[in-house]
């Protein structure tokens, strides 16, 4: 027969010592162990499904505003601006969340574009106001607004290009 080592037998712990009747052991506090799980970055949710939504809505609003601008009829440069614009807004917004909900790595790419795009339409429809009005009133706050909206959609573009919910979803 072989010696078997004392090292790798399980050990039974002590029996605890007998108890007189009508005491009762304290009980042990239990040991309460938390697991936090942390959520996962992938997927379309947070701040990226807020965007999905807006762009939608922005999609169909300018679809709506094109077909409105077209039945109005187009006299001034300010109906030919939103005319002009107003597609080429809707079609890329409504592209970016397509993309998205595909989670295309182009979706970033389009949403980007579509942001910089109603930033120049904004720009543009300023400035057109401007030259339209002489006011020189009108002029200083139409200026801060434009730099304001400027620096707004900078930071809107930002969350694309560094959001970790970004990088891990749009991958394909």
Do not use: C, H
């Not at 078997?4 to 009762?24: C, K, L």
């Amino acid at each position: 027969m072989k010696d078997q080592s004392d090292e790798n037998v399980p050990q039974t712990p002590p029996a605890p010592a007998p108890q007189p009747w009508g005491e009762q052991q304290p009980a042990k506090p239990a040991q309460v162990q938390y697991v936090v799980a942390k959520q996962s970055l992938e997927g379309l949710g947070g701040w990226l499904i807020f965007w999905m939504v807006f762009f939608a809505l922005l999609g169909l609003t300018y679809i709506g505003v094109f077909f409105s601008a077209l039945g109005a009829g187009i006299s001034t440069s300010q109906e030919m601006l939103i005319t002009l614009f107003s597609p080429i807004m809707a079609v890329a917004f409504i592209a970016s969340v397509a993309l998205i909900a595909m989670r295309k790595k182009l979706g970033k790419t389009v949403s980007i574009a579509a942001l910089v795009i109603i930033e120049l339409y904004s720009v543009i429809s300023s400035a057109m106001g401007i030259a339209n009005n002489s006011s020189s009133v009108n002029v200083s706050s139409t200026i801060s607004s434009m730099v304001v909206s400027i620096v707004i959609t900078g930071l809107f573009i930002l969350y694309f290009l560094v959001s970790k919910r970004v990088k891990a979803t749009l991958v394909g």
